[in-house]
Structures are given as structure tokens and as C-alpha cells.
T-cell receptor, first 111, second 114 residues
Framework: KQEVTQIPAALSVPEGENLVLNCSFT??????LQWFRQDPGKGLTSLLL?????REQTSGRLNASLDKSSGRSTLYIAASQPGDSATYLC??????????FGTGTRLTVIP | GAVVSQHPSWVICKSGTSVKIECRSL??????MFWYRQFPKQSLMLMAT?????????EQGVEKDKFLINHASLTLSTLTVTSAHPEDSSFYIC??????????FGQGTRLTVV
């Protein structure tokens, strides 16, 4: 069964700092990997989707990379802002179409 | 992307009663929707796959008689928690999107059973 791990579990950084969130998965046979943002008590907002054939995707200050063979993905956030504070989840899609989620990284950006 | 609306956003019910949660795909015809559950400080776990016009597929350990799923149209799936108990208190969230496409989620429903 696919297992997804996110490190660190929590991270606090001062505003303006660049940061990297890590995601690893055990089964490299995936269709895609998706990064989400979840605010407390809220639903999930899709940030970036990387197909299994791709190596990275960029959207604004966000850049996600994928190394399928090693089972790793990173989410890079440039010039962090207090509004970036949230829990970031990565999820991989396996053959059954459902998503396997990591436990998330809770990010706090300090003004 | 697809817009997914979930209702209600939160609900409090008495133990033993049933609660229905609706998931609507507003701009996307979804033959398949997914229901997830998230306990505090844990990640999302897939409960079941809702299939339009046919029975839902439940994940191992999820009681199909307790969590009734109906997907009667391409835009609506409902999850009914029957005879709810305090241990069913959780955050329930639905999503659309399958295959190689992006997954989009509703805003979730916070269920508290007292």
C-alpha cells in the first residue's frame, strides 16, 4: 500500500524567507502528484499538479518538483508571506484513481 | 478548475441520529466522486468512491451500512452517516477528478456528534 510521508511536520519561518517542503512516497507507480493547501477547518485548495512524466511545475512563487524513481517531491515557496501560513499536503494518485495523502506540513510565516 | 460545493459546512447532531452531507459538482459532470475523512491532526483517508448510477466502492474497514452513499446524478453525491456516534465526529470532504486529471475538493463538513 502506498505510504506518503511529509517532513517536517511543522515549520516556522520569518517573512521573506524561501523554504522547501518535502514529500516522499513508497510506490513509484503513480499517475500524478498534487500539492494542496488547507487552512484550519477548511477544505483543500489545489496548488500544483505534476504528472508522472513531468519533473516540475511552477505557479507564481511556488515550484514543485518530482523525482518519481526515488519517490520524492519538493514544494519550494519563494519569498514567504504571512498569508502562506497553512497546512500543506501532498497526495499521490495511484492506479485506483484515489489519492494517498501525507500527514502535511504546518507552515507558519512570522511577520 | 472544477467547483465543488459541500453542504453543510458544519453540523452538530445527537448520538443515534442520521446526518446527510451533500457534495455538488457545479461545473463538471462527475461520474465518480470520492469521500474522505480527516481526524484531528491526521491526514485525509479515502472512505469510498461514489459511482454515478451504481453502488459505491468502500475502502477496507469502512462500514457501508453506516456510511450510505448515493450518487444519483452527475452533479450530486450524498453521504449519510447513519446512527451517528461520537466516534464518527470528524471532518468529511468530497472530491471530483480522476485518472490523470487534477482533483478538486469541496470545503468539507465538520461533523460533531454529541
Amino acid at each position: 500500500k502506498q505510504e506518503v510521508t511529509q517532513i517536517p511536520a511543522a515549520l516556522s519561518v520569518p517573512e521573506g524567507e524561501n523554504l522547501v517542503l518535502n514529500c516522499s512516497f513508497t510506490d513509484s507507480a503513480i499517475y500524478n502528484l498534487q500539492w494542496f493547501r488547507q487552512d484550519p477547518g477548511k477544505g483543500l485548495t489545489s496548488l500544483l499538479l505534476i504528472q508522472s512524466s513531468q519533473r516540475e511545475q511552477t505557479s507564481g512563487r511556488l515550484n514543485a518538483s518530482l523525482d518519481k524513481s526515488s519517490g520524492r517531491s519538493t514544494l519550494y515557496i519563494a519569498a514567504s508571506q504571512p498569508g502562506d501560513s497553512a497546512t500543506y499536503l501532498c497526495a499521490v494518485r495511484g492506479g485506483a484513481n484515489n489519492l494517498f495523502f501525507g500527514t502535511g506540513t504546518r507552515l507558519t510565516v512570522i511577520p | 478548475g472544477a467547483v465543488v460545493s459541500q453542504h453543510p459546512s458544519w453540523v452538530i447532531c445527537k448520538s443515534g441520529t442520521s446526518v446527510k452531507i451533500e457534495c455538488r459538482s457545479l461545473d463538471f459532470q462527475a461520474t465518480t466522486m470520492f469521500w474522505y475523512r480527516q481526524f484531528p491532526k491526521q491526514s485525509l483517508m479515502l472512505m469510498a468512491t461514489s459511482n454515478e448510477g451504481s453502488k459505491a466502492t468502500y475502502e477496507q474497514g469502512v462500514e457501508k451500512d453506516k456510511f450510505l452513499i448515493n450518487h444519483a446524478s452527475l452533479t450530486l453525491s450524498t453521504l449519510t452517516v447513519t446512527s451517528a456516534h461520537p466516534e464518527d465526529s470528524s471532518f468529511y470532504i468530497c472530491s471530483v477528478g480522476q485518472g490523470g486529471t487534477e482533483a478538486f475538493f469541496g470545503q468539507g463538513t465538520r461533523l460533531t456528534v454529541v
